[in-house]
Nanobody, 122 residues
């Protein structure tokens, strides 16, 4: 499964961005999709995942009530709507695919995108 992220950029604190994770593989709907982020000098951290049917989601406490994940299996795309952005949200954001059930552990994901930079200025 090849994943391509888009939608990153520079935004002021309090602003919004919507990231997209697109796949060309027709089996996309069988995969849970996770978003992870990595800031300079820090380990990659879990942000959120959505289950393969879109019925299950799991958010990190740091983004709960600010970020919303959704998926459109007809378009083979997962979206991450990020509102009320904070400078500490600055990182490279990666989407990843895991067959069937999602996980907060990045080591359990099979496929990764190349990442998209999100920078939030104060």
């Amino acid at each position: 499964v090849q994943l391509v992220e888009s939608g990153g950029g520079l935004v002021q604190a309090g602003g919004s961005l919507r990231l997209s994770c697109a796949a060309s593989d027709p089996t996309f709907s069988s995969y849970s999709i996770g978003w992870f982020r990595q800031a300079p000098g820090k380990e990659r951290e879990f942000v959120v995942f959505i289950g393969w049917r879109g019925m299950t989601t799991n958010y990190a406490d740091s983004v709960k009530d600010r970020f919303t994940i959704s998926r459109d299996n007809a378009k083979n795309t997962v979206y991450l709507q990020m509102n009320s952005l904070k400078p500490e949200d600055t990182a490279v954001y990666y989407c990843a695919a895991k067959y069937f059930r999602g996980s907060v552990n990045p080591g359990e994901y099979d496929f990764w995108g190349q990442g998209t930079q999100v920078t939030v200025s104060s």
